[in-house]
């Protein structure tokens, strides 16, 4: 379980900081626009944090992203 969260917040990272440099918003800018930490964005594009629902919504939001949740697939 612990591997399957780690790679959901290094691929949300990784989702937020190609968004951004698509965007050509730096850190420092996407921060203070969303309204948080830089510290935590930081922390956030390494996969590093673990954001509560509304700062990733707040980055979400600016970035122009959404994330879909669907159900898995069971292996037979």
Do not use: C
Request: net charge positive; no cysteine.
């Amino acid at each position: 379980m612990n591997n399957q969260i780690n790679s959901l917040r290094s691929t949300i990272g990784e989702q937020i900081r190609l968004r951004r440099k698509e965007l050509k918003i730096t850190q420092p800018d996407l921060a203070a626009i969303a309204d948080i930490s830089v510290n935590t964005l930081y922390k956030i594009e390494r996969g590093q944090a673990n954001p509560t629902i509304e700062v990733l919504g707040k980055i979400l939001d600016v970035l122009g992203l959404e994330i879909i949740i669907g159900v898995k697939q069971l292996n037979r």
